[in-house]
Protein backbone atom coordinates (compact mmCIF):
# COMPACT_ATOMS: atom_id res chain seq x y z
CA UNK A 1 0.00 0.00 0.00
CA UNK A 2 1.45 3.57 -1.02
CA UNK A 3 0.95 5.84 1.60
CA UNK A 4 2.01 9.69 0.60
CA UNK A 5 2.93 12.11 3.85
CA UNK A 6 2.18 15.14 3.37
CA UNK A 7 3.57 18.21 5.02
CA UNK A 8 3.70 22.79 4.58
CA UNK A 9 1.42 24.78 3.90
CA UNK A 10 -0.36 27.34 6.55
CA UNK A 11 -1.31 31.06 5.84
CA UNK A 12 0.68 33.72 3.94
CA UNK A 13 -0.37 37.33 3.01
CA UNK A 14 -0.81 37.87 -0.89
CA UNK A 15 2.47 37.34 -2.97
CA UNK A 16 4.00 35.42 0.09
CA UNK A 17 5.21 31.94 -0.53
CA UNK A 18 5.21 28.39 1.26
CA UNK A 19 6.58 24.85 -0.12
CA UNK A 20 4.21 21.81 0.51
CA UNK A 21 6.44 18.37 0.43
CA UNK A 22 5.37 14.69 0.08
CA UNK A 23 7.17 12.12 1.05
CA UNK A 24 6.77 8.74 -1.09
CA UNK A 25 8.52 6.11 0.23
CA UNK A 26 7.69 2.82 -2.49
CA UNK A 27 6.20 4.97 -5.67
CA UNK A 28 9.07 5.30 -8.12
CA UNK A 29 7.05 3.48 -10.32
CA UNK A 30 4.23 6.40 -10.34
CA UNK A 31 4.20 9.97 -11.75
CA UNK A 32 3.52 11.99 -8.76
CA UNK A 33 1.79 15.84 -8.54
CA UNK A 34 -0.55 17.85 -6.76
CA UNK A 35 -4.31 18.71 -7.13
CA UNK A 36 -6.25 21.34 -5.26
CA UNK A 37 -9.81 21.90 -4.22
CA UNK A 38 -11.37 25.17 -3.23
CA UNK A 39 -14.44 25.15 -1.17
CA UNK A 40 -17.61 24.32 -3.08
CA UNK A 41 -15.45 23.90 -5.98
CA UNK A 42 -14.42 20.19 -7.98
CA UNK A 43 -10.77 18.86 -7.36
CA UNK A 44 -8.64 20.75 -10.02
CA UNK A 45 -5.10 19.40 -11.19
CA UNK A 46 -1.79 22.02 -10.87
CA UNK A 47 1.44 20.47 -11.61
CA UNK A 48 3.04 16.80 -11.63
CA UNK A 49 6.21 15.77 -12.32
CA UNK A 50 7.46 11.77 -13.49
CA UNK A 51 11.32 10.14 -12.28
CA UNK A 52 12.18 11.35 -15.34
CA UNK A 53 11.49 15.35 -14.37
CA UNK A 54 8.98 16.01 -17.08
CA UNK A 55 6.77 18.08 -15.58
CA UNK A 56 3.26 19.71 -16.48
CA UNK A 57 1.17 22.65 -14.72
CA UNK A 58 -1.55 24.33 -15.58
CA UNK A 59 -1.85 27.31 -16.79
CA UNK A 60 -3.00 29.41 -13.16
CA UNK A 61 0.26 28.91 -11.41
CA UNK A 62 3.03 28.78 -14.59
CA UNK A 63 5.62 30.97 -13.48
CA UNK A 64 4.57 31.02 -9.74
CA UNK A 65 4.87 26.85 -8.80
CA UNK A 66 7.46 24.95 -9.14
CA UNK A 67 7.43 21.01 -8.98
CA UNK A 68 10.34 19.06 -8.33
CA UNK A 69 12.04 15.84 -6.57
CA UNK A 70 14.45 14.31 -4.40
CA UNK A 71 15.40 10.76 -5.52
CA UNK A 72 17.04 10.17 -2.47
CA UNK A 73 14.45 11.33 -0.03
CA UNK A 74 11.43 10.15 -1.86
CA UNK A 75 9.52 13.65 -1.88
CA UNK A 76 8.27 15.66 -4.29
CA UNK A 77 8.11 19.25 -3.68
CA UNK A 78 6.27 22.22 -4.60
CA UNK A 79 7.08 25.92 -4.07
CA UNK A 80 5.21 28.38 -3.99
CA UNK A 81 5.70 31.79 -4.96
CA UNK A 82 3.86 34.95 -5.82
CA UNK A 83 0.69 33.44 -3.79
CA UNK A 84 -2.71 34.90 -4.59
CA UNK A 85 -6.32 34.91 -2.45
CA UNK A 86 -7.42 32.29 -5.36
CA UNK A 87 -4.96 29.74 -4.47
CA UNK A 88 -6.42 29.02 -1.29
CA UNK A 89 -7.16 25.36 -1.37
CA UNK A 90 -6.30 22.21 0.45
CA UNK A 91 -3.94 21.21 -1.65
CA UNK A 92 -3.51 16.64 -2.36
CA UNK A 93 -0.44 15.00 -3.26
CA UNK A 94 -1.18 12.58 -5.69
CA UNK A 95 0.63 9.53 -7.42
CA UNK A 96 -0.42 7.88 -10.53
CA UNK A 97 -0.39 7.33 -13.92
CA UNK A 98 1.57 10.25 -16.25
CA UNK A 99 0.25 12.84 -17.09
CA UNK A 100 -1.55 12.37 -13.60
CA UNK A 101 -3.39 16.23 -14.45
CA UNK A 102 -6.70 14.45 -13.78
CA UNK A 103 -8.22 12.63 -11.10
CA UNK A 104 -9.27 9.51 -13.04
CA UNK A 105 -4.94 9.22 -13.14
CA UNK A 106 -4.64 8.98 -9.56
CA UNK A 107 -4.07 5.79 -7.57
CA UNK A 108 -2.81 7.25 -3.97
CA UNK A 109 -3.88 10.83 -2.71
CA UNK A 110 -2.73 12.11 0.72
CA UNK A 111 -4.68 13.33 3.36
CA UNK A 112 -4.15 16.63 2.12
CA UNK A 113 -2.59 20.27 3.83
CA UNK A 114 -4.47 23.34 3.59
CA UNK A 115 -2.94 26.45 2.17
CA UNK A 116 -4.94 30.19 2.72
CA UNK A 117 -3.43 33.02 1.06
CA UNK A 118 -5.06 36.15 2.27
CA UNK A 119 -5.45 39.67 0.80
Known amino acids: QVQLVESGGGSVQAGGSLRLSCAAPSVRVYAMGWFRQAPGKEREFVASITWGQTIKYVDSVKGRFTISRDSAKDTVYLQMNSLKPEDTAVYFC???????????????WGQGTQVTVSS
Open 94 to 108: AAGRWPLNDPSTVDY
